[in-house]
């Protein structure tokens, strides 16, 4: 996929997406772990110049320009195999691209964000990136406090909006919607089981498109499959359903899905960062009853293959090439306050390849995915429109 065009359409503003992560550890110190990327300047111009010009000029490569891009991650551990870890591979691609120096600190638990940020700040870097909603609050207080330092947050948006943040959301319903239509075409019992880690908007998101493309499919096809789990109409429309209650214990992850394959479900998928990595375990265990997993935020065949052969997809979450982007506005000072939305018109969210499912996937529902994905990007259907079963 390109990188979405960071500059392009500042959208309405909508506190949305992703599996972010919390925890509930002791605060240890936290880690940091730089990347091999140049740290000082270029060599100064000579204050004289020549007094007179070489017969042959010569043609050396422009040093880049020293520049430090910094990350705070959330509590599920900047090797996640997800919601972080995407980040910081956008982090990374920038330090490539760039030629800049990036680094991070993670979060144990919600007490080092203050801390982290601070140590950030004292360092002088040129930009911050926040990792998750939980992150609001702490990146609110220094950006205010640090007007001459951007920032960019995934999974948030400030209502007036802040003019040193960039808040990076995802429409990641619109994807999960397609995924819902997936699942439910592929589903053997009409059961699809999903599950949150906290009950949280970048969370619920994912689960409401879920639920929004089997309905969908079952309006289209004239069935009935059900999902588990999840019931965005519950809660006078806010919605209820299953939550761990943090993203980091992979066994409550394992015993949530057993609890759905018990009731008859054959196609899971958890939003709960590496609390998902016990629900794929749990999948593995059962895949000779057909049972399949739908990853989120990264294409979890790659970067969970011990689990690939039961991942039918994964729910796109581009957080990286939002995460590139927003470095890139910095370090070139185009750098905008406000918020960016990454939809599936602009390829910010999206579904990864079947991969081993491939030719189970028929034809027909290929092409159904295509037309629906057409229709979302057109406006002729919306999400919302089929949050509820009747």
């Known amino acids: 996929m390109r990188i979405p065009k960071f500059l392009v359409g500042i959208a309405s503003v909508a506190v949305i997406v992703a599996a972010c992560s919390s925890g509930a550890s002791p605060t240890p110190a936290p880690t940091e772990a730089p990347t091999a990327a140049p740290t000082a300047a270029p060599t100064a111009a000579p204050t004289e110049a020549p007094t007179a010009a070489p017969t042959e000029a010569p043609s050396p490569t422009a040093a880049p320009k020293a520049f430090k891009a910094c990350q705070v991650s959330d509590t599920g551990g900047i090797d996640d195999k997800g919601f972080n870890a995407n980040a910081w591979q956008g982090m990374q691609n920038a330090a490539t691209e760039l030629g800049i120096e990036v680094k991070f600190l993670e979060s144990k638990a919600e007490t080092d964000y203050e801390r982290n940020l601070q140590q950030f700040i004292d360092e002088n870097c040129d930009i911050i990136v926040t990792v998750g909603f939980l992150l609001g609050d702490a990146t609110a207080k220094f950006a205010n406090a640090n007007p001459l330092t951007e920032f960019a947050i995934v999974d948030y948006a400030y209502d007036p909006k802040i003019q040193n943040v960039a808040g990076l959301v995802f429409q990641t319903d619109e994807a999960a919607m397609m995924a819902g239509y997936l699942a439910a075409a592929m589903s053997k019992s009409g059961k699809i089981g999903t599950f949150g880690g906290i009950n949280i908007p970048p969370v619920t998101i994912f689960m409401n498109g879920l639920a929004a493309g089997i309905n969908y499919y079952n309006k289209a096809n004239g069935t009935s499959v059900e999902l588990l789990g999840w019931d965005p109409t519950a809660a006078d429309g806010k919605g209820d359903g299953t939550f761990t209650g943090d993203f980091s214990d ?82 070139d000072n185009t750098f905008m306050g406000g918020v960016y939305n990454n939809t599936l018109s602009n390829e910010g969210v999206g579904l990864a390849p079947f991969h081993d499912f491939e030719s189970a996937v028929s034809a027909d529902v290929k092409a159904a995915l295509d037309d629906l994905k057409a229709k979302i990007i057109s406006g002729e259907v919306k999400v919302s429109d089929y949050l509820s079963a009747k």
Do not use: C, H, W
């Open 250 to 331: 992979k066994d409550k992850g394992k015993q949530v899905t057993l609890s759905f394959i018990q009731e008859g479900a054959d196609v899971i998928v958890p939003v709960a960062g590496p609390v998902g990595l016990g629900a794929a375990a749990a999948v593995q265990e059962n895949k000779d009853n057909g049972v399949m997993l739908i990853g989120v935020d990264t294409d979890q065949f790659v970067s969970a293959p011990e689990y690939g052969d039961v991942t039918l997809t994964s729910i796109l979450k581009r957080i990286d090439n939002a995460v590139t982007a927003a470095i890139k506005a910095s370090y």
